[in-house]
């Protein structure tokens, strides 16, 4: 599956139209190495998906990219500006949500933000209302943080990260520990920002249908380096289609579908009631007919939606994702 | 400087709704009142002890007493200079006719400082100074701080200032708080009684060539003044642990053995005298202002001022390279 690595020159220059330009970046701590070699560009207006299992990587990433962690090697640019040479202007391009939503929980959560308002500069009020609105925040709003849902917590965590229009914002595991609606409202949150605010989102995830539903572009790491970056329909796209049959008997079907070229990987499911193949689509029919008129019955054919999760098993060598 | 201002205001909304003046001052309301009434029981015991009122003859009471103990044999050598001292003070304020406990608010305010300042002002300072930066580590809004477009060094400044802010309205709570409480039983008069200052100890005896009378409010000023200095470096040794060390608890516990440390090493620690570099025994300014004998040897005014500065100065150092330089993991 080598044809799915893609990744980006490792020692190109930074490109200067990219909002997020990140090279070689390598963390090292002791003899541990937790990220090695990561490079990739977010551009304008589009989300770009940073996805790996759990202890890959990716919050000690997100961190070098905010400037909480100084990288042992490699450069991070956000809109121009280096964060290690100008943090101040690099910053300000920036809204970000490291792991948890974490705010002041003694203060309400107009206090809190109030109190990053006043860190970025002089933000008007007018706008920390708007935010409000945007995040549906307007009932709750006086409200101690600490009596905050995580769901709420959440949003008012992106108020704050959007309170001086950032033109990128960082969100490391945004649906972590939401419910399925929250999931969902949170999803169309972020599209909705995108199209209107024509702001790049770098999120971060580790769950395959979250970055699938929600992303344009993909950065895959796994052990802290980075196996490919693509845009996730070619990923998809890319990828040969699988189908399953519904046939008896069996083995006359599995016999001759075998002997057509375009068929690979023909396995009986697990249960024994289907087989699966790879193939091209346009196949389907010719096949049907070959079946029936061989006397096989055909109860079903479905086109089976590689997803990220097949994907990444390829890629990894079948080790899955956490 | 305008932003500079707007990251104080910050840091000072915190602690205020952290509630931490409200502790405070909680903590002042219910214990001052306890030591207003010990002091008041003590005058009591003593008039009915000695039959009299007369100030004069308790501190001759008090003179004989220590006359006693000098002559008995079992006193250790440092405890017989430190009192040999004593008895030359309180001689010296009985044949000049001045009243060193004359009853009064402002004795108490002047007392209650001179008595506060090894261990109950530090605690208080800890309270307002010691999760000032820990605490934001361990709640993770550390990561909301230092990725706004503000420099590290900026951040970390203004949560300094604000606790030394914090640690000035500490002092002006005592001094106010203990006034007001004390007054309810001993009066509001006294601010000019006359205090004597300027003793020096030489040799382990007394030399009162530069003693001279006071106002009473004068040497209460330069006591509280003593007091405040001492609250800032406690409160900047906190600071640096508060930066050292994640857990709030764990800063605490440092900060509370280092200073107990102080107040256990200068009871007995007269012949180890290199106890007298650790801050915490430096604390008692305000002894060497009423002239008594500091228990560990070569311990001057000169010494601990020099001495609370430098590790006030090394603790500012350390908290700023640190802070600068650390990865913010977790």
């Known amino acids: 599956m080598n044809r799915l690595i893609n990744p980006v020159a490792e020692d190109t220059a930074i490109d200067p139209s990219a909002v997020l330009s990140v090279r070689n970046l390598c963390k090292r701590i002791g003899k541990k190495t937790l990220v090695e070699n990561i490079s990739f560009d977010v551009y304008e207006g589009e989300v770009f998906g940073f996805l790996g299992p759990n202890g890959a990587g990716k919050t000690t990433t997100i961190r070098m990219l905010v400037g909480l962690i100084k990288p042992t090697r490699g450069q991070v640019v956000i809109g121009g500006h280096d964060v290690r040479t100008s943090f101040r202007r690099a910053m300000r391009q920036v809204g970000s949500i490291v792991e948890n939503p974490e705010l002041y929980g003694f203060l309400t959560g107009w206090e809190n933000l109030k109190q990053f308002a006043r860190m970025v500069g002089n933000v008007p009020d007018e706008r920390l209302h708007e935010l409000v609105g945007m995040v549906n925040l307007e009932q709750r709003i006086h409200d101690k943080v600490k009596n905050y849902s995580l769901g709420m917590k959440q949003r008012l965590g992106i108020a704050q990260a959007l309170l001086s229009r950032p033109k990128l914002l960082i969100l490391d595991e945004p649906t972590n520990g939401l419910d399925p609606a929250g999931i969902r409202e949170m999803r169309g949150f972020i599209r909705r920002l995108v199209d209107r605010e024509k702001i790049s989102v770098f999120i971060s995830s580790h769950l395959l249908s979250e970055v699938q539903m929600l992303c344009d572009r993909v950065a895959i790491i796994q052990h802290g380096k980075m196996l490919t970056v693509s845009r996730v329909d070619e990923l998809i796209s890319s990828s040969v289609d699988k189908v399953e049959w519904t046939v008896t008997p069996m083995d006359t079907a599995e016999l001759l579908l075998k002997q057509d070229e375009e068929v690979k990987e023909l396995v009986v499911t697990d249960d024994g009631r289907r087989l699966t193949c790879r193939m091209p689509l346009d196949r389907i029919s010719i096949l049907t007919r070959v079946l029936v008129q061989s006397g096989v019955d055909v109860h079903g054919v479905r086109p089976v939606v590689v997803t990220l999760e097949d994907l990444f098993m390829e890629l990894t060598g079948g080790e899955g994702i956490g | ?330």
């Open chain 2, 1 to 330: 400087m305008a932003e500079f201002m707007r990251l104080l205001f910050n840091e000072l909304e915190k602690i205020y709704r952290r509630k931490r003046i409200a502790i405070v001052i909680g903590i002042l309301v219910i214990l001052i009142p306890m030591f207003v009434y010990a002091q008041f029981r003590e005058v009591q015991t003593t008039v009915e002890r000695l039959g009299t009122a007369d100030w004069r003859v308790a501190l001759q009471q008090q003179i004989i007493d220590s006359q006693n103990r000098l002559n008995s044999s079992r006193i250790p050598d440092e405890w017989r200079d430190w009192l040999q001292v004593r008895v030359e003070q309180l001689q010296y304020y009985l044949d000049h006719d001045v009243n060193p406990n004359a009853p009064g608010a402002p004795t108490f305010v002047r007392g209650f400082m001179e008595n506060g300042i090894q261990l109950f002002i530090p605690l208080l300072v800890l309270i307002v100074s010691i999760d000032i930066v820990s605490g934001e580590r361990s709640e993770g809004t550390i990561k909301l701080l230092l990725t706004r477009p503000v420099k590290r060094w900026k951040v970390l400044l203004s949560k300094y200032v604000a606790m030394g802010l914090l640690v000035s309205l500490l002092i002006l709570l005592v001094g106010i708080l203990s006034y007001v409480i004390a007054g309810v039983v001993f009066g509001y008069r006294g601010w000019n009684i006359p205090v004597l200052s300027g003793f020096v100890i030489e040799n382990g005896s007394l030399n009162t060539r530069y003693v001279h009378l006071l106002p009473q409010w004068k040497y209460i000023l330069m006591a509280y003044g003593l007091g405040w200095f001492v609250s800032l470096v406690v409160g900047t040794i906190a600071f640096m642990v508060s930066v050292l060390i994640r857990s709030t608890a764990a800063a605490m516990g440092v900060m509370l053995a280092s200073l107990i440390a102080g107040g256990i090493l200068s009871s007995f620690a007269t012949s180890w005298t290199d106890a007298k570099y650790l801050y915490s025994v430096n604390l008692e300014l305000t002894d060497y202002l009423a002239g008594q004998m500091p228990i560990v040897e070569g311990l001057t005014m000169g010494f601990s001022l020099v001495n609370l500065t430098v590790w006030a100065l090394a603790a500012l150092v350390i908290s700023f390279v640190v802070f600068i330089r650390q990865d913010m993991l977790q």
